[in-house]
């Protein structure tokens, strides 16, 4: 038995969770995985067994002697988010499995129906904790998206009103912000880079900043760039939300936390502070995340029924 699995994503989707799919079914006998956007144009989507979305609003209708996966790897953002989320829950078609980040963002949702589902929250890659860096280039880096909506001008606006050291960002930025700031010499931009390429640059860093706005839905889901820095050997300076409280909490963690409402980069701050990091990064291995949500046995279990 081969079971063909469609992995269908748009070129503007960052997900590093589908390389890590790809890795993890394409070593099963009992799988073979393919991500949309490698496809030759017109090929046929009869030919797959599975057909796995990461959900927005529309996207494949059930089709009889096919499986469809729903994933949901976050809850809606901008503008509503509620409605949005709701919208989701009314028009997209029934899949035969859901994925859900976390329990945060399954309740978020709120589906009233019996299909199946799964638990699979953010790994990280081997790379993350295979590099260490003992040549410090920044003071602070961040990783992620660098957006109005997720106040990064607000972080930007500390380091450029008072020197704080050297601050490295990683990621995709907004020509608004990046014009605003490139001519400040301690913040530099790499742009949109391979994800290959991240922990390399990361780890040239001595803090890493998660700068997560505390509102809906970012309060409460996993912060991906956390768990990457701690594998790092980062120290970790976070601002305060329900999330980051029970990471800290299960993983035996300390972070310095950045207030807000009253930003100051001020490494005298935190420098004697005490940073603890219990964390095992081998448990967060894309490879055991995926295989403790038990999703191949259910997709088995699916397909053989269909």
């Known amino acids: 038995m081969m079971i063909k699995i469609l992995f269908k994503r748009s070129e503007k989707a960052f997900l590093p969770e589908i390389d890590a799919y790809l890795n993890y079914f394409n070593k099963s006998t009992e799988f073979r995985a393919y991500d949309s956007l490698t496809l030759q144009d017109g090929s046929d989507f009869n030919e797959f067994d599975v057909i796995w979305e990461f959900k927005g609003i529309g996207g494949s209708k059930k089709e009889e002697n096919k499986v469809l996966v729903h994933e949901y790897a976050s809850l809606s953002t901008g ?10 829950t009314q028009l997209n078609a029934k899949p035969d499995l859901r994925i859900f980040l976390n329990s945060n963002v399954k309740e978020g ?6 299909i199946d589902f799964c638990m699979r929250d953010m790994g990280i890659d081997q790379s993350f904790f295979s590099v260490k860096n003992e040549n410090k280039e ?19 606006e500390a380091f450029n009103s008072k020197p704080a050291g050297k601050l490295c960002l990683i990621g995709n930025v907004e020509n608004v912000i990046y014009n605003q700031y490139k001519s400040n010499k301690d913040i530099i931009f790499t742009g949109k880079i391979p994800y290959s390429d991240v922990p390399e640059i990361a780890s040239k860093g001595i803090y890493g900043i998660n700068f997560i706005p505390d509102k809906y839905p970012y309060n409460i889901q996993t912060s991906t760039k956390l768990i990457e820095y701690l594998a790092l050997g980062l120290k970790v300076l976070t601002t305060d939300y329900k999330w980051v409280r029970q990471f800290e909490k299960k993983n035996n963690c300390t972070f310095y936390k950045l207030d807000w409402n009253r930003l100051e980069i001020n490494s005298n701050d935190f420098e004697g502070f005490d ?7 081998q448990d967060y291995l894309w490879e055991k995340v995926i295989e403790r949500a038990n999703i191949k046995e259910k997709l088995v279990s699916i397909y053989k029924s269909h």
């Open 79 to 88: 503008g509503l988010p509620k409605f949005k989320n709701l919208l989701k």
């Open 275 to 281: 940073f603890k990091n219990k964390f095992n990064p």
């Open 109 to 114: 949702f709120k589906f009233k129906d019996n």
């Open 138 to 156: 920044f003071d602070y880096v961040y990783v992620g998206s660098i957006c109005k909506e997720r106040g990064i001008d607000r972080l930007l």
